[in-house]
């Protein structure tokens, strides 16, 4: 009997049944008896988001393994008393479906429009439509080279379908880790698994066509066609095994789980970078105000946006980051980079993460005016449309109750920009400029208002960044 563990993306599912007791005797046991197995998802969230991952992996248990599952980082670390000892670490790179038309070609077959003398009614998407004669019929005259048929009679119409046969093919690449916790050693394997499997499919069968329910049982259906694609791809755990025993020579020692995630993310940046350079809708670097600004992921379907105050220092808001300690992000050339929250405030809606990738810092507008109607652009993720760019106007300077606090908080008001410059969810944290300099943060926006939207104003920005960051100081005012 074979069970099999799911790597559902970020969420690893273990489909097993089974009842974990470990004691220091399996903190001992070698890897060549062992049958217990701490498992984790490393995948990049960057990868994730952007939709280069088609489907899941699936790894296949023999049913004497025990399975734990775990997060990324709590596998990397060393086990308490009574914990397991080896983990496995799966980092999928490559998840692709893919489809080919082999053959395209038109089927012919008949339509039923009704009878002579009732009225027609066809949808303007179907093939009926379309069909020879059928705008004339739907005025009372008959087909085009036809002769009147007495009322009452079926009136019948030929037109084609389409088959198409496609070969769906899906490939798979992933680097996986055995961990021994207590050693400090691991070893690595990759992981390269293809298959494919044809389809027929039919295409634009009218509704009205007499055949239509056996032309589909005919032939397979376009969602046959998508849980293929979407099904997970199955490796086998003793294959795995296996390899690891062949390159146990290989083993490498890392001091601690820092070290060892810094391996494996680095692997990650490289595929990235491999991707960027493959790419033929690579963005443009005539505008250095992209390199400022990242995406930023919490490991939920949101995201947000941010922007270099310093190399390594992002800002953005607090309700983008609000509950995490720890942050994805990705850059305008593609390469990912991971983050610590260094320290916010709820009420100005302000939060600065650490990064371990240096970027560009922005430049800041400084000065007591800011004058309405100067043009200003708001560069951030609308809706999940990456690193784009919008234009503006400032409406106003005013000061606004906190959006994070109740009106009748007591709490201070907050300076904000108002401009209706088009800014969505996913814009948020991300820099408003003014020219080249920023004069503000988005943060939000009136629901059910056209251009109705507000920014943190840049002397918020910088008394914050001021008290927070030893040796950065910025005069919102000008000055020194």
């Given amino acids: 009997m074979v069970v099999y563990m799911k790597i559902a993306h970020v969420l690893l599912v273990v489909i097993i049944a089974y009842t974990l007791i470990i004691g220091e005797a399996a903190r001992a046991e070698p890897f060549a008896q062992t049958k217990r197995f701490v498992f984790a998802e490393a995948t990049s969230q960057t990868l994730l988001k952007s939709g280069h991952i088609d489907f899941a992996a699936a790894i296949a248990l023999d049913e004497d393994i025990d399975a734990l599952q775990q997060r990324f980082d709590d596998a990397l670390t060393q086990p308490k008393s009574g914990e397991l000892r080896y983990a496995i670490v799966m980092d999928v790179y490559v998840a692709r479906a893919s489809r080919r038309v082999l053959n395209l070609k038109a089927i012919p077959s008949t339509l039923f429009l009704g009878f002579q003398g009732a009225p027609l009614s066809v949808p303007a998407d179907d093939p009926a439509r379309s069909a020879q004669g059928f705008d004339s019929l739907q005025t009372g005259q008959p087909p085009y080279g036809s002769t009147p048929g007495a009322v009452g009679q079926p009136i019948l119409l030929n037109y084609s379908y389409e088959h198409a046969t496609i070969q769906a093919r899906r490939h798979l690449s992933a680097r996986v880790y055995l961990i021994d916790r207590v050693q400090k050693t691991y070893i690595r394997t990759i992981v390269d698994v293809a298959e494919e499997e044809r389809f027929d499919i039919p295409y634009r069968v009218s509704y009205r066509d007499p055949r239509k329910e056996s032309i589909r049982a005919e032939f397979s259906s376009e969602a046959e066609l998508d849980d293929f694609e979407k099904l997970d791809l199955l490796i086998d755990l003793s294959d795995l095994l296996a390899d690891f025993h062949k390159k146990a020579g290989e083993a490498k020692s890392f001091t601690d789980a820092p070290a060892l995630r810094h391996v494996i993310r680095s692997a990650q940046t490289k595929d990235q970078a491999t991707l960027e350079a493959n790419r033929f809708d690579a963005r443009p670097l005539n505008d250095p105000r992209f390199d400022s600004v990242v995406v930023v992921y919490t490991g939920t379907s949101k995201l947000g946006s941010g922007f270099y105050i310093t190399p390594d220092v992002v800002m953005t808001n607090w309700h983008v980051v609000d509950g995490h300690r720890f942050v994805e992000m990705k850059a305008y050339d593609g390469l990912q ?144």
């Fill in 337 to 480: 980079t991971y983050g610590t929250v260094l320290g916010y405030d709820a009420r100005l809606d302000i939060a600065l993460v650490r990064v371990e990738r240096r970027g560009r810092p922005v430049a800041f507008h400084t000065g007591r005016i800011l004058n309405p109607g100067a043009s200003v652009e708001a560069i951030g993720h609308p809706y999940g449309h990456e690193f784009s760019i919008t234009r503006g106007v400032v409406s106003a300077v005013r000061r606004h109750f906190s959006i994070n606090l109740p009106k009748k908080s007591g709490g201070e008001d907050v300076l904000f920009v108002q401009t209706d410059t088009p800014v969505n969810p996913g814009n948020s944290g991300g820099p408003l400029f003014l020219g080249q300099r920023v004069v503000g943060m988005n943060t939000w926006g009136r629901n059910n208002a056209d251009g109705l939207n507000f920014s943190v104003h840049y002397s918020e920005l910088l008394n914050f960044i001021n008290e927070h960051l030893p040796g950065f100081h910025v005069n919102p005012a000008g000055g020194d």
